[in-house]
Antibody, heavy 114, light 112 residues
Framework: EVRLVESGGGVVQPGGSLRLSCVAS????????MHWVRQAPGKGLVWVSR????????TYADSVRGRFTISRDNAKNTLYLQMNSLRAEDTAIYYC???????WGQGTLVTVSS | DIVMNQTPLSSPVTLGQPASISCRSS???????????LSWLQQRPGQPPRLLIY???NRFSGVPDRFSGGGAGTYFTLRISRVEAEDLGVYYC?????????FGQGTKLEIK
């Protein structure tokens, strides 16, 4: 059974930082591009970032470039998203996903508020 | 960025009847490798998205055959041959031909 389990969400003040993690199981994580997709409360889906299977190539949405860093540890089957300089508009559920594999986690909620 | 425009944004349907959702992209989604990276996802209330259709017309594992995807170039459709109660939710098209990947606004399928 494929599982993607996110953690690390919570409430943070504007300008603060959070690190999200996503532990994968049930598929060959080390051969899969991985993505973060977010969804603000009551809104649609927005692609945030991706990392290639080896972790050497990354891509970001303009809205997060320079503030967020995606990375992975294939030995631990874990995907990360380091989020710095957080803004109110970053408030959302953050999903990790293997989009090509069709696998999504349950998501972790990040709330940026003073 | 490629803009994905879905219509309608809300679709009242009768159980047992067909339903159709359209998605138009601002640019061709045909990749240089010849594939069209257009997917359809379903999101039930309180749930993460679920992949239904990938690469234009391929049903993902476990997806009922009442779901079908089609189209070409910049115009795409998701069809449900007979809507069942479990089909209610929000449907998104997504392009993964070019970064940044982009989604349509979502179409809410609800009972008439």
């Amino acid at each position: 059974e494929v599982r993607l389990v996110e953690s690390g969400g919570g409430v943070v003040q504007p300008g603060g930082s959070l690190r999200l993690s996503c532990v994968a199981s049930g598929f060959t994580f080390s051969k899969s591009w991985m993505h973060w997709v977010r969804q603000a409360p009551g809104k649609g889906l927005v692609w945030v970032s991706r990392v290639d299977d080896g972790g050497s190539s990354t891509t970001y949405a303009d809205s997060v470039r320079g503030r967020f860093t995606i990375s992975r540890d294939n030995a631990k089957n874990t995907l990360y998203l380091q989020m710095n300089s957080l803004r109110a508009e970053d408030t959302a559920i953050y999903y990790c996903a293997s989009l090509s594999g069709g696998y999504w986690g349950q998501g972790t909620l990040v709330t940026v508020s003073s | 960025d490629i803009v994905m425009n879905q219509t309608p944004l809300s679709s009242p349907v009768t159980l047992g009847q067909p339903a159709s959702i359209s998605c138009r992209s601002s640019q061709s989604l045909v990749h240089s490798d010849g594939n069209t990276y257009l997917s359809w996802l379903q999101q039930r209330p309180g749930q993460p998205p679920r992949l239904l259709i990938y690469e234009l017309s391929n049903r993902f594992s476990g997806v009922p055959d009442r779901f079908s995807g089609g189209g070409a170039g910049t115009y795409f459709t998701l069809r449900i041959s007979r809507v069942e109660a479990e089909d209610l939710g929000v449907y998104y098209c997504m392009q993964s031909t070019q970064f940044p990947y982009t989604f349509g606004q979502g179409t809410k399928l609800e009972i008439k």
